[in-house]
């Protein structure tokens, strides 16, 4: 079953411009994550941020988490057209426990 | 490290027929997981070990699915006989636990299996 759901599925966007993709989760967590998928490709990881964590940044990345409203986003700055890629969140519900994927927010970014 | 190596990268093969998929973690990893990816499932976990041993196989779709780690640098995933809705990306991913129990996950290129 699908713990995080993403949002929006699909996004368009101008080189330059900000990007943000939020994910919802149902039940507690230890930990979320975020990755990037280019097609074709396997997942490559971004950033992980725990449940006691807030924000977190990586560069252009910067990740927001309120577990008081289940809720993360992940926010790309000054957006390239090498963003361009699918974005997935996934939750580890404890420590050592695997991860669930949601469903991805493909990103498309124009020159 | 070369990253996590899966082969083959592409398989066609008929209904019936047995697909091994094979992969190789990066060293000092101490888990695997082999996942299956579909345009309507999404990300599915099938299994996963922890030093060698599987731990939690309940994603396995159903009894033509076995995999195996006989060792910390090689595991395997067969399926026997091999249908159509089989048709996927298989991808292979390894880590290793922190000391809080979170750890993140390297992927593999992935396998696409086109069942006929």
């Known amino acids: 079953s699908q713990q995080g759901e993403e949002d929006p599925q699909a996004l368009s966007i101008q080189e330059g411009e900000n990007a943000t993709m939020n994910c919802s989760y149902k039940t507690s967590i230890n930990n979320l994550q975020w990755y990037r998928q280019n097609s074709g490709r396997g997942l490559v990881h971004l950033i992980l941020?725990?449940?006691?964590?807030r924000e977190k940044h990586s560069g252009r990345l910067r990740v927001t988490l309120d577990t008081s409203k289940k809720s993360s986003s992940l926010l790309i700055t000054a957006s390239r057209a090498a963003d361009t890629a699918s974005y997935f969140c996934a939750t580890a519900n404890s420590g050592y426990s695997t991860l669930t994927f949601g469903k991805g927010t493909m990103l498309l970014v124009s020159p | 490290d070369a990253g996590v190596i899966q082969s083959p990268r592409h398989e066609v093969t008929e209904m019936g027929q047995e697909v091994t998929l094979r992969c190789k973690p990066i060293s000092g990893h101490d888990y695997l997981f082999w996942y299956r990816q579909t345009m309507m499932r999404g990300l599915e976990l099938l299994i996963y070990?922890?030093?060698?041993?599987?731990?939690?196989d309940s994603g396995m779709p159903e009894d033509r699915f076995s995999a195996k780690m006989p060792n910390a640098s090689f595991s395997t995933l067969k399926i026997q006989p091999s249908e159509p809705r089989d048709s996927a990306v298989y991808f292979c991913?390894?880590?290793?636990?922190?000391?809080?129990?979170?750890?993140?996950?390297?992927f593999g290129p992935g396998t696409r299996l086109t069942v006929t």
């Open positions: 991913a390894s880590g290793i636990a922190g000391t809080s129990g979170d750890y993140e996950q390297y």
């Open positions: 070990f922890n030093n060698n041993v599987p731990i939690d």
């Open positions: 941020i725990r449940s006691n964590e």
